[in-house]
């Protein structure tokens, strides 16, 4: 789930082919809380194998790029052969953390995603990229959602985090501030990095679920590496067409999780004045000062 596209609201044409899968964007099989039953009958042996190339690609990369915590977990998806049941995986969810992942057609709207994860239950798009878009895929598949998202979920304190995001997501839209908080999941979620004594490692579902990111957010000397940092992490814009030019590297989930639990109201009306006075900064830049990683 990306969540800067998440607006991409309303029913999309309808055009079933006949025994092909549901098109994308097809919302009109989607519960009011824009949830639907994963169509697991109605992958193509072409999809399985998608997904098989896909996984095998990534898993061969994990190794001293990836954190721990994902490698371990990465596992619990099951046979990396063939796209996973939804229900499989929640069976093994709910009983490690309490989560749940949930078939949606495609990207939903804000508040639908922040109630969803607010009850801890993930929203995973249910259909597969087409082999020509084996490289790249502009909105989220089942390959980016399930690989890069839901391992981690298998964490207990990353799986409270995301839990207290979507919470301070409902609160955000009340406070007209999804724009500041959407930077804290694009900078972390997305696309965090954590340092750990073996060296710095990726933990963004972004990261994770790219084949070219994922070395380039570790080792590349061209990206800005910055300590994790709320109010600056706030200010900051991002990529969303290249790989980013910043990341945020945090020392520990606890660390995360800490950082992000006192109320934002406060933040917002720190950040937007800040960025009313012309704090606002681009991607790629290191303040004066600041800690940066390499
Ligand atoms: N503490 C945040 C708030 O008051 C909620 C939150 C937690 C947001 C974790 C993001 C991540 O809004
Ligand atoms: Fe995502």
């Known amino acids: 789930m990306s969540l800067d596209k998440a607006h991409n609201q309303g029913v999309a044409p309808v055009t079933y082919g006949e025994g092909t899968r549901a098109p994308r964007g097809d919302y009109a099989r989607a519960r009011a809380d824009y949830t639907c039953e994963q169509a697991h009958d109605h992958y193509t042996t072409a999809d ?38 939804f229900d499989a995986i929640s069976e093994r969810l709910l009983k490690a953390t309490g989560w749940q992942v949930v078939g949606v057609p495609g990207l939903i709207p804000e508040e639908a995603f922040f109630a969803l994860l607010a009850e801890r239950r ?18 989220p598949d089942v390959f980016h959602d399930l690989f890069g998202h839901v391992p981690l979920l298998f964490n207990p304190v990353f799986a409270d985090y995301m839990q207290a995001y979507g919470a301070g997501g409902l609160k955000a839209s009340r406070l007209d501030a999804c724009e500041l908080l959407a930077r804290l999941y694009w900078y972390t979620v997305e696309f965090g990095l954590i340092a750990t004594p073996a060296g710095l490692r990726a933990y963004g579902a972004g990261i994770l679920s790219s084949a070219g990111e994922l070395r380039h957010s570790i080792r590349s000397t061209e990206a800005q590496r910055i300590a994790f940092d709320l109010k600056r992490l706030m200010r900051t814009k991002y990529k969303i067409d290249s790989y980013q030019a910043s990341y945020f590297v945090i020392e520990s989930f606890d660390q995360l999780f800490a950082a992000t639990a006192p109320d934002f109201t406060p933040v917002y009306r720190a950040v937007r004045d800040q960025i009313a006075a012309g704090g606002e900064v681009e991607a790629g830049i290191v303040l004066p000062a600041e800690r940066t990683f390499s």
Do not use: N
Request: hydrophobic share 40%; charged share 30%.
């Open 48 to 85: 399985h194998d998608t997904y098989r190339r896909l996984y095998a690609r990534q898993l061969q990369q994990l190794p001293g790029l990836a954190c721990d915590e994902f490698i371990v977990a990465v596992q619990q998806l099951g046979a990396p052969d063939r796209i996973p049941r």
């Open 122 to 139: 993930f929203p995973v798009t249910d259909w597969i990229r087409r082999p020509e878009e084996f490289d790249y895929v502009v909105e």
